[in-house]
């Protein structure tokens, strides 16, 4: 079993390649993001056993990473910064997701929204308190309340990534609520 330390550095060093840079261990991701385990594992650059990526994607604590049903392809669940079709479906989202972030960009986000920035989507959760979680991330956290069927009812198109986390291209400050 991989210690706790391990885990999240192989998580983030995963993280970095299947999200960011894959064609620094010369991968190329396939449509739904996906790349070969064998091929992976042939070129990262640490010792890492089948099994010991099997725990990774089984107790990532933000469940970042997915198996396809063959058990024989990787992928990053969604945050990547290079273009890649993750296959999303448009879903309806709950009334009210959550969007957490430092107090350093309050200013900006009231005055533009959230922006996906270099990454594909913006990033809501669910619930406050996975979104404050986020936020600490960055400094002081702060989190934002996203009317989510009032931007649905006006045809925003959402996706739920396989790990729950809700994605959209961005969030006019319209419907956003600061709640800290």
Known sequence: M????????????????????????????EVGGWVSVEKLLAVYPFSLSREELQEVVDFNDKQRFSFDETGHKIRANQGHSITVDLQLTPT??????????????????????????????????????????????????IVFQVNAAMMYDRDFTFYQSKNGVWLVDAVPPEYLTQLS
């Open 2 to 29: 991989l210690s706790r330390n391990r885990l999240v550095k192989v998580s983030k060093s995963l993280s970095y390649y299947l999200r960011h840079h894959p064609e620094e261990l010369g991968l190329t991701l």
């Open 92 to 141: 309806r989202p709950p009334a009210v997701l959550y969007h957490g972030t430092a107090a350093q960009w309050v200013e900006s986000i009231l005055d533009r929204g959230l922006q996906k920035m270099s990454r594909h989507h913006v990033h809501l959760s669910k619930d406050r308190s996975t979104a404050y979680q986020v936020g600490q991330r960055h400094g002081k956290p």
